[in-house]
């Protein structure tokens, strides 16, 4: 006699075995909120820094409920959902950490990466299909009342505003020296920092070259941290603080600079914005100027894990930061500077974490990719 529930998982099921993989890795998806949620909960609460003391030989939930003060009923489900994603091992009753839960543990990267999605993005992510809809960043309200992130990244609230910082500036800061060198090389006397931020790259410029002057654009609130930032450091008679809305479209760019310098900006912008702001950056440059881009492309990866990590990254533009932008591949920029008589004449990759270099120019010798 055939089984009824035989029939009902060979009616559902992949015709063959080589589909179970595949379904597997759907079921992942399906529950990979619920994966993260309990991984972050037992790092935080020191749960994986008590098996990392455990070291091979492991623990048990009883002694584990000793050493952290939950019970074994909270400590096996957290580390159950850890086993199933590879977190920790079991061996009879006693948990370790793999080398997954290794990097969950003392991996800067991976850190940074769970406090700015769960900080930062996941109640606002709930959002998402409001916002893809009407282009509108509709999970920002989680945080607070703007029409974009950047309107209050100086004021938000924590831990988001700390967890924000550390994630833009890890990534950011660690390309900035490679490419100081390069942008300096064409020795610009008028540098222009469009999306200034804290300030930090323009402090760097002014150090690097005592000839140089900085123009600095940003929203108001923005420019008085950068000011601050300068102020700190002795720095500010080389630098002018220039407050723009970038989405005026009206609103030109002061003329006559030499380089024209946009670090993890675009990003921010839809391609409709970004169209204008190099239609203003072509026509504020000095003869023989650049415009230089220093951003995380996703095409231009020399390996899949910061193409997964910056594809990922772009629900938060939507969810979040201005409802409309994203991680871009290269050609979607270079095209946006081609319709501006720009052509790129530079790319250097590799620069820091998972950072590329553009130079784009207005000379007829250079040559678009």
């Known amino acids: 006699m055939e089984n009824h529930l035989d029939k009902k998982i060979t009616e559902f099921a992949p015709a063959n075995l080589r589909g179970l993989p595949a379904r597997f890795e759907a079921q992942k998806i399906a529950f990979g909120p619920v994966v993260f949620q309990c991984v972050r909960i037992a790092w935080k609460s ?14 048990n939930s009883e002694a584990l409920a000793k050493q952290t003060g939950w019970s074994t009923y909270a400590i096996d489900v957290l580390l159950e959902t850890a086993l199933s994603a590879g977190v920790v091992r079991r061996q009879e009753d006693r948990y370790s950490l793999t080398r997954v839960g290794d990097n969950v543990l003392h991996d800067e990267l991976t850190q940074i990466n769970f406090d700015y999605v769960n900080d930062v993005c996941y109640q606002g992510l709930f959002e998402l299909e409001s916002c893809l809809r009407e282009e509108k960043p509709l999970g920002l309200k ?26 833009d500036h890890y990534y950011s800061d660690s390309a900035f020296n490679g490419a100081l060198a390069h942008v300096f090389a064409r020795k610009p006397r008028q540098l222009m920092d469009i999306g200034a931020n804290t300030g930090k790259w323009s402090l760097q410029c002014l150090r690097h070259d005592a000839e140089v002057r900085l123009t600095l654009l940003d929203l108001p609130i923005q420019l008085e941290r950068a000011s601050a930032t300068l102020a700190q450091a002795g720095m500010q008679k080389r630098a002018e603080l220039y407050p723009i809305d970038i989405l005026d479209y009206t609103a ?21 914005a970004i169209d204008h702001i190099f239609r203003r950056a072509a026509a504020c440059l000095a003869p023989g100027g650049s415009v230089w881009v220093l951003d995380t ?19 938060y533009f939507t969810a979040m930061a201005s409802g409309n932008s994203k991680m871009y591949e290269t050609k979607t920029i270079v095209a946006c500077a081609e319709r501006h008589g720009l052509r790129m004449s530079e790319s250097i990759d590799g620069l820091g974490i998972c950072h590329s270099l553009l130079r784009f120019a207005q000379d007829a010798g250079a040559q678009s990719i």
Do not use: H
Request: aromatic share 18%.
């Open 142 to 167: 989680y945080l607070g009342n703007w029409q974009t992130i950047y309107e209050g990244l100086s004021i938000l609230p924590e831990p988001a505003r700390e967890s924000w910082f550390r994630f």
């Open 252 to 272: 030109p760019f002061p003329a006559g600079m030499d380089a024209v310098w946009m670090s993890q900006f675009l990003t921010c912008f839809s391609i409709e």
């Open 46 to 59: 020191g749960l994986l820094d008590k098996l990392d003391q455990a070291g091979k030989d492991g623990a």
């Open 297 to 315: 492309f996703w095409d231009r990866q020399q390996y899949d894990i910061a193409s997964y990590c910056l594809i990922n990254t772009s629900p």
